[in-house]
């Protein structure tokens, strides 16, 4: 689902334009596909190994990305400081770059920067445990805005409180990315990788779609099948957007 902001809250550091594209996991299948743009084709292809088929000779070569990544930290938020270690870091990307390697694409995850959540710790803990999706305003503001770059950055904290599985915020083009899973299990190797790459579809231009029998990344609605895969137009566009060099949404 896509959630545009609308009023601006005092949080709201980045503008009203920020655009939250978030996952939601099994909890949200009402709505989903309504944002979908164009190019999310429904042309299915068998599950992905290796394989690249024919035809795709531009496919062959494999596109690195370089991405940022920041490990956040509050002394007044827990759910804003991730207990993720390196290791574990390099880990989810390594399940993240099998997902994605069916597109020819590689993220290179810089090692992890720990990084100072502004001091808004104490009324993040606050806002979660209030009701309603205007939560999401605050998203952008537990950003330290003087590491947001231009590229691909991922922040890693500790819990949306089921909020998101992930938020993409498309205006500022960096990825909120909570350890635990919408239901608050930390599974590293599943939902978190998934959920992970799903967003970083979200930063290569790729919208929800709804769910096809065969499953898809960006289908948030999809409970089952595989769940992590890509069609032939969601991959020419995800690399389309690979070779801008730019996030999608990022200015310039
Ligand atoms: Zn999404």
Known sequence: MEERQGACSP??????????????GAGCGSGVGSGAGGGAATEERPPVGADQ????EGRTAVLELDVQVYLLHSDESAALTTTLAAADVARVFEGVNQVWSQAGIRWRAAEPVRVEAPTIGALFEEVLNEAGSGRLGLVASILPPERISEGWDVFFIRDLDGLAGGVYLEGISAVVQPEVNPWGIRDLEGDL??????????????PHVDCPPAGNLMAPA???????YLTDAQIERARNQAVSGRPHGSDG
């Not at 949080?11 to 939601?24: N, Q």
């Open 222 to 228: 999809c409970r089952s099948g595989i769940r992590t």
């Open 193 to 206: 990788v998934r959920i992970l790459s799903h967003e970083l579809g979200h930063a290569l231009s790729l």
């Open 11 to 24: 949080f709201c550091l980045f503008g009203a334009a920020a655009v939250l594209l978030l996952l939601f």
């Open 53 to 56: 088929g024919p035809g795709s």
